[in-house]
């Protein structure tokens, strides 16, 4: 039994003097080793970090808009003699787009042309017989500043020189008038871009405001699209953005922001617009997406 005793106490001084020390492995402490481990991925990803980077954080779709366009139109109801363009052809300023059967506007032209000739026979006329009627008067013709203004004016209503001057005015008046409709009886490009919308052909009957064509001017593109309200302060003027086509993902073009509509829609949307830098292969209407890219300065190593 003494034997037995001893040993058991040996055994129990053993256990108790290695109960102070722990040496199963320790988890590592969330709050102190992980972000040791992130601080230290920062740093080194940090150290190749380019100063400016590009980052989008936001998108939205939209379209392309062209920022200036010309819905041409005849003024007169004739037939259309020829049409020069199709749609999707480049022309330049000046360009012959369509022009109408001018042969009833170039008579009208010559109509008042003789009527301008004929009101100027009348006044001529109008006007020997006002200077009889001041000689009668006791007033010389030819000394206008000593005829009293009421013997002149009596003068001019008995002789028929002031209808007669008024019928000359009317006639140029007239005369611009059919002049004007001949010239826009050939309807010409305001300015370079691509056709667009041609809705008429040959011997179609041209009526005054339907639309012949567009002409979408080239080189200057935007886009127009709608952001929430709560996402406007992602936005101001001056703002880049890319833009993604719809029909082809694989390229994108940068814009700005370069207006704010400053009127919130039933939706609770706001509609902004953005000039394109290029916008070659981009057609007005197509449907593209936006994204906001925000640069952000990020601070390089010492």
Avoid: W
């Avoid at 040496?23 to 601080?39: E, I, R």
């Avoid at 042309?113 to 030819?142: F, K, N, T």
């Amino acid at each position: 039994m003494r034997k037995s005793g001893v040993i058991i106490a040996a055994i129990m001084a053993m256990l108790s003097s290695c109960g102070g020390k722990d040496t199963s492995p320790q988890p590592l402490s969330k709050g102190v080793g992980t972000d040791t481990l992130s601080a230290s991925r920062t740093s080194t990803d940090s150290s190749n970090a380019q100063p400016y980077k590009a980052v989008a954080v936001g998108r939205t779709v939209g379209k392309v808009v062209a920022e200036r366009y010309a819905d041409l139109s005849f003024e007169s109801t004739l037939p259309i003699e020829r049409v020069f363009v199709k749609n999707g052809q480049h022309v330049r300023r000046g360009q012959a787009i369509a022009m109408l059967d001018c042969f009833k506007l170039r008579n009208a032209v010559e109509q008042q042309r003789r009527a301008i000739q004929q009101a100027q026979l009348q006044m001529e006329q109008a006007d020997l017989q006002m200077q009889d009627v001041v000689i009668a008067q006791g007033y010389d013709p030819e000394q206008e500043t000593l005829i009293p203004q009421k013997v002149r004016r009596n003068a001019d209503v008995k002789s028929g020189y002031a209808i007669a001057k008024n019928q000359l005015a009317t006639a140029r008046t007239q005369l611009a008038a059919a002049e004007h409709e001949l010239q826009c009886g050939s309807l010409t490009a305001p300015f370079d871009g691509v056709v667009a919308n041609l809705k008429v052909q040959a011997h179609q009957l041209a009526q005054p405001g339907q639309v012949v064509c567009r002409i979408i001017a080239t080189g200057s593109m935007d886009v127009e699209f709608r952001v929430m309200e709560t996402d406007l302060n992602l936005y101001r003027i001056g703002t880049a953005v890319k833009v993604v086509p719809v029909a082809d993902k694989s390229v994108s073009y940068d814009a700005t922001v370069t207006e704010i509509n400053p009127v919130v829609d039933e939706q609770g949307a706001i509609t902004l617009r953005a000039r394109l830098t290029a916008g070659s292969g981009l057609f007005d209407g197509m449907n593209v997406e936006i994204e906001r890219m925000n640069v952000e300065i990020e601070k390089l190593r010492n």
